[in-house]
């Protein structure tokens, strides 16, 4: 008998930005990931998104610039996430083809695109808006907030 591997959880940057601030959801989705119970993945753009926003952040408030990134090097050492090359072009023009009407939102499109790349189990992404049930349902991919997940992890299948 084989045991199942954790599900597979692609992230948007949004989520990774939650869990440096601080917001327990996402907090809560780290330590997940941590002990073993999930298994995280992104890709190159949304990590260059992240830190593009720690830098945005350090100048609205250059006090801070020191922190942020030490709790970024602090994740990335205690929770495994596996980074992908971003989705070739044309699986991103594809994807936008197919999506954007129901995404609405151009820059998302390559996240959605390098997850169903990857064969993720489900999409977590602070937001909804975008990444929203009538794209999963078009996409064939479950998406979540934080909250949204942990709350189908308590409540089971």
Same mark, same amino acid.
């Given at each position: 008998?084989?045991?199942?591997s954790p599900p597979l959880i692609f992230l948007d940057a949004n989520v990774?930005?939650?869990?440096l601030i601080g917001l327990l959801p996402a907090q809560a989705v780290m330590?997940?990931?941590?002990?073993?119970?999930?298994?995280?993945?992104?890709?190159?753009?949304?990590?260059?998104a992240v830190e593009n926003d720690i830098l945005r952040r350090a100048q609205?408030?250059?006090?801070?610039?020191?922190?942020?990134?030490?709790?970024? +090097?602090? @994740?990335?050492?205690?929770?495994? $996430?596996?980074?992908? !090359?971003?989705?070739?072009?044309? #699986?991103?023009?594809? =994807?936008?083809? +197919?999506? @954007?009407?129901?995404?609405?939102? $151009?820059?998302?499109? !390559?996240?959605?695109?390098?997850? #169903?790349?990857?064969? =993720?189990?489900?999409?977590?992404?602070?937001?909804?808006?975008?990444?929203?049930?009538?794209?999963?349902?078009?996409?064939?991919?479950?998406?979540?907030?934080?909250?949204?997940?942990?709350?189908?992890?308590?409540?089971?299948?």
């Amino acid at each position: 008998m084989t045991e199942a591997s954790p599900p597979l959880i692609f992230l948007d940057a949004n989520v990774l930005i939650e869990a440096l601030i601080g917001l327990l959801p996402a907090q809560a989705v780290m330590d997940l990931a941590a002990g073993g119970s999930i298994r995280l993945m992104t890709c190159r753009l949304v990590v260059d998104a992240v830190e593009n926003d720690i830098l945005r952040r350090a100048q609205e408030e250059p006090a801070a610039i020191d922190e942020l990134v030490e709790s970024w +090097r602090q @994740l990335l050492d205690t929770v495994p $996430l596996m980074v992908v !090359p971003d989705p070739p072009r044309e #699986l991103v023009e594809s =994807a936008k083809q +197919r999506y @954007l009407p129901t995404m609405r939102h $151009l820059p998302d499109i !390559p996240v959605l695109a390098s997850a #169903l790349e990857q064969k =993720a189990d489900l999409i977590l992404s602070g937001n909804r808006e975008h990444f929203n049930d009538a794209t999963a349902g078009r996409a064939g991919i479950q998406m979540y907030s934080c909250a949204e997940f942990l709350r189908k992890l308590v409540a089971g299948p």
